[in-house]
């Protein structure tokens, strides 16, 4: 593995125990607000913000300029964000922040492995393989498996 795969191993590796985190800390400010949606409203709102600086650190707010120009169904992204965090934060008080992220890293792998078997969306072309097969077999038995115990 090269430096610059172990490199965004270790990026994605911390985003992933970063989403668990995200979610109960919304989870909980949903409760103790007794409003879900309006803990999303803050939530994004600080992340506005962090994007906001990170845009202005790193390339400038001129990129924002192309967005007219590009396809439409790429901003359905933000919808589905949106989506996973309301989600998140109402579901995980409910059914326990564990099941919750189970059943969402099982969606995850699942969307993740047609998007590589068919390119979708741009992505890169990765053949769905038997093994690739057994381990999401493997990962949805495991949901199973945490929701009996």
Known sequence: M???????????LA????????AALNARLGVLISAPAAAAVVLFAVAFLGAVAVMFATSGPEP??????QPK???LAG??????????????PRFGLG??????????L???AIIDQFGLMGAMVRQVTP?????LGLMALGVILTQKG
């Open 79 to 92: 919808f589905l964000v949106c989506f996973y965090v309301l989600s998140i934060t109402w579901v995980a």
């Open 131 to 135: 093994m690739r097969m057994a381990g």
């Open 99 to 108: 099941n919750a992220i189970m059943c969402v890293l099982l969606g995850q």
């Open 64 to 69: 924002l300029t192309l967005i007219p120009d």
């Open 2 to 12: 090269t430096g610059e795969a172990l490199r965004y191993g270790a990026i994605m």
């Open 73 to 75: 169904h790429l901003l």
């Open 110 to 112: 699942l969307s993740a």
């Open 15 to 22: 985003a992933g125990v970063g989403i668990p985190i995200l």
